[in-house]
């Protein structure tokens, strides 16, 4: 289906052009300008237009974009015109917390089971999903056919819950856990470390002369 | 202090090589080469050579990086050779999972104050924090120097949140709401949100397929 390979930072702002033409189109806008798209996602409209480009000529000049078919095209490259089931590993406050964006998954994705070593979350009911035992992964991905798992159990523990995936079949990791694994080549990991983004914003900070004359 | 602007990916991988060579160093490991950083981290040997050579020429043909030299540089660009104190809002269950990370923010960097507008949640212990009320921000801000702020309330809250926070003074903004927010120029936003890693991995799943037909 895909035509040529689209750049990791294509893919990544995907998502976000998709969210923001879903508010649109909530709002029954049909057509959309780069311009208008540029100021919303803070990017650069020529920008806009490059990664754009890469699906076909969608825009028309002096009329913008026409929001359902990018929307339609969006998710068929995202693969997001078919179901696409998660199952997420570690069921402490973490897993809690992104089991709850089940609601914003509307993009035919879903977290469809949640695992814990623990006996003690075992049973517990998250959301609508019980927690299962790390045991039933490997059936309960084949069952369900998951392919995308999201790990969120301690640092220590990450490459076992990883290796885990991968034997029950998993084709893609979001690893949370502050630590860096390694996976098979043919397995895409992407690591959400939220350490790593709060660390690389100090780098847009001043040098702090100004905020520590503020308080005299 | 800083020579030259560097690229916003250079900086968001900079606390990648952070981790690790804090860990090479934790087992007393003195030089490490660009071919082992990057089998380690997943990065071209000549990447890490360029992203490294952004300040200066550390290495030494045959022999590597110095792990300590290097660690001591990238936290002075970073400006995590000072304490930065960080804010977090919202105090659920993302909230606390992320003030549980305050154990891995050792490079100066630390959540000092956790806010949130229910009352249920105000008095409340959070690891070693107490929840403050929202009203407090401004004050509490000003007195521990507090330049970084993390939003982690539900979406329709979150610009809100962001608005007080520029407010009190914040320089930046690590908002993990799913949803767009509009900041001025001079404060540094960096989007966390998960929905937009989960879906980009779609891209890289076959096209389900060889999955479909393994069921059979």
């Known amino acids: 289906m895909k ?4 750049s990791d930072a ?6 976000v052009y998709l969210r923001f033409l879903n508010e649109l189109s909530f709002r029954e806008v049909s057509t959309v300008s780069s311009q208008e798209l540029g100021q919303k996602l803070d990017l650069n409209p020529a920008q806009i237009r490059k990664d754009l480009a890469y699906f076909g000529d969608f825009g028309r000049k002096g009329i913008g974009y026409d929001v359902a078919y990018l929307i339609e ?29 089940n609601t914003y998954l509307k993009d035919n994705m879903k977290i469809v089971a949640v695992f814990d070593a623990s ?4 049973g517990q009911k998250i959301n609508s999903l019980t927690v299962q035992p790390i045991e039933d992964l490997g ?16 640092d220590f523990e990450a490459q076992r819950v990883a290796d885990q995936l991968i034997d029950a079949g998993i ?11 390694k996976v098979p080549a043919e397995v895409r990991l992407h690591a959400a470390d ?20 503020n308080e005299s």
Chains 1, 2 share one sequence.
């Open 3 to 6: 035509s040529e390979k689209i």
């Open 10 to 15: 294509v893919v990544r702002r995907l998502p």
């Open 73 to 101: 095209k969006i998710r068929q490259i995202l693969n997001l015109d078919q179901q696409i089931n998660v199952a997420l590993v570690g069921a402490g406050n973490l897993g809690q917390a992104l089991s709850n964006y």
């Open 119 to 122: 006996e003690k979350k075992v």
């Open 139 to 154: 059936a309960t991905v084949k069952r369900f056919n998951i392919r995308i798992g999201i790990i969120t159990v301690p």
């Open 171 to 181: 084709e893609a990791i979001l690893n949370f856990a502050p630590t860096i694994l």
């Open 194 to 213: 939220f350490t790593t983004d709060l660390l690389s914003l100090a780098y847009y900070l001043g040098d702090g002369k100004e905020a520590l004359t």
